[in-house]
């Protein structure tokens, strides 16, 4: 069963992810309406913006991104320490960060494999109708039959044996067996599916 199971997965998260797909795109008419909305005012800010108002900002924070990463190569070139022993264990440092980071992100993207693929079988479940069938068949074994009256019991069983006796003729009289009540029944019937 375990290889049917890890068959079904992948299967399974591909339905997740395409139900996913399918409840983002319901919500694309909605953004577009909104970009709709939104766009006049955007074009009437950049048909009213001056040319040279914006060459001088760019000019401006161009100028300060020059001076800033002047600034930093300085400080990095003023603080590379020579030591080749200290640099060589700081690789190694990084590199056992390096395994440890994968490491996380790949028990992380097998957990939200596992989530995406539960989410497509729900989905599958849920298009089959099977979620009604399990909600039935459990309500079914839950609920017992009704408790019956001991005077109808009574009533019951000596019809049953009067009958017997009428069949049989002068046979001895035979007891009456329990009847399984319908929730055995299909229990029974589920465990010989």
């Given at each position: 069963m375990a290889i049917i199971?890890?068959?079904?997965t992948p299967l399974y998260f591909a339905a997740g992810t395409a139900d996913l797909a399918v409840?983002?795109?319901?919500?694309?008419?909605?953004?577009?309406?909104?970009?709709?909305?939104e766009a006049p005012a955007r074009i009437d800010a950049v048909r009213k913006t001056d040319p040279k108002a914006v060459?001088?900002?760019v000019t401006a924070?161009?100028?300060e991104a020059q001076a800033t990463v002047q600034s930093k190569f300085a400080e990095v070139v003023g603080g590379l320490d020579t030591d080749?022993?200290?640099?060589?264990?700081?690789?190694q440092d990084l590199?056992?960060?390096?395994?440890?980071?994968?490491?996380?992100?790949?028990?992380?993207?097998?957990?939200?494999y596992e989530e995406v693929a539960a989410h497509g079988e729900e989905a599958v479940r849920a298009w089959r109708g099977?979620?009604?069938?399990e909600i039935t068949e459990i309500a079914v074994v839950v609920e017992p039959e009704p408790a019956r009256k001991p005077e109808q019991e009574a009533a019951a069983e000596s019809e049953a044996e009067a009958d017997e006796g009428a069949e049989a003729g002068k046979a001895p009289a035979?007891?009456?067996t329990a009847r399984r009540t319908s929730a055995k029944k299909a229990a029974v019937a589920a465990e010989t599916e």
């Open positions: 199971d890890e068959l079904r409840r983002q795109a319901r919500k694309v008419p909605g953004l577009i309406e909104q970009l709709a909305a060459q001088e900002k924070q161009a100028k080749l022993k200290k640099l060589g264990e700081t690789a590199a056992l960060r390096g395994v440890g980071v994968a490491a996380e992100y790949a028990v992380k993207a097998r957990e939200k099977e979620v009604a069938e035979r007891k009456t």
